[in-house]
């Protein structure tokens, strides 16, 4: 009797530790449980907008190739002639700070060699000489005669035009408002359908967008010279903005 009585007071604390445990593991579930039943519903969408505008400035890639017998004899040609393409410019009202050198090389010209003569090294027949510049035109009325008198001056590389906008923050502040309009309507119509009714927005994340890839133009230069005026179409251009917005539903 003695004996069996020992025995049930070791297993006391058995079962009251076990139960102890039980009950901890209760309290600390408990919390993380209540915490995902507060985790809001939201419903999560994407808007687009856009904005369009008449480009107000244009860049013209423009420069002077020159050759000669030496390397001094094709930058002395060229400096001649990108001399005078400078002149003409402030005299067509292009600024200093609206005209920037945006390559310049020297390198050798090689004599084209008879099959022949092949594997013999190269010879060296002369050298050319690039000076490109790149001119920011402001007015664009002007344009059209801005390219005749570089032409007309000895500028014989005319790599591209390039329209754009001066100033384009308040016209993608603009696509930026229609992106989030358009976000709040697809998300209006989304609770609609699904029969539950939006609350705070949660948070706004801008992606993508911007300024489109500049449209370039490009004529021959022989048929440019020829003209009295070069007819130019700066056109319009878009900007575009990408928002995502997080929104609380109940």
């Known amino acids: 009797m003695p004996k069996n009585r020992t025995t049930a007071l070791a297993a006391a604390p058995l079962a ?14 408990t919390p993380a449980h209540a915490q995902e039943a507060d985790e809001p519903r939201t419903i999560t969408i994407s808007g687009e907008g856009e904005a369009t505008a008449v480009p107000d400035i244009a860049y013209i890639d423009t420069g002077v190739v020159t050759e000669g017998a030496t390397a001094a004899e094709a930058l002395a040609a060229n400096t001649k002639a990108m001399a005078a393409v400078f002149k003409g410019l402030e005299d067509a009202g292009i600024e200093k700070r609206d005209m920037q050198t ?23 027949g002369g ?7 790149t001119v920011k035109v402001r007015d664009l009325d002007a344009l059209g005669g801005i390219l005749d008198k ?38 209006k119509l989304y609770a609609g359908a699904a029969g ?19 449209p370039m133009y490009m004529k021959a230069m022989g048929e440019m010279a ?12 878009t900007v575009s903005a990408s928002v995502t917005l997080v929104i609380k539903i109940d």
């Open 226 to 237: 020829r003209d009295s005026s070069v007819p130019m179409a700066a056109g319009e251009q």
């Open 150 to 187: 570089v032409v007309t001056l000895g500028s014989n590389q005319l790599s591209g035009i390039r329209f754009a906008i001066d100033k384009p923050e308040p016209l993608l502040d603009d696509a930026r408002k229609k992106a989030v309009e358009d976000a709040l309507r697809k998300a």
């Open 102 to 124: 945006s390559q310049f090389s020297v390198y050798p010209v090689y004599e084209q060699m008879r099959p022949e003569d092949r594997p013999q090294t190269p010879k060296i």
């Open 127 to 133: 050298y050319r000489v690039q000076n490109q510049l």
């Open 16 to 29: 009251l530790i076990a139960a102890m445990a039980l009950f901890l593991g209760s309290a600390l579930a």
């Open 196 to 214: 539950v009714a939006l609350g705070q927005i949660m948070s706004i994340t801008e992606s993508g967008g911007g300024m489109p890839p500049q």
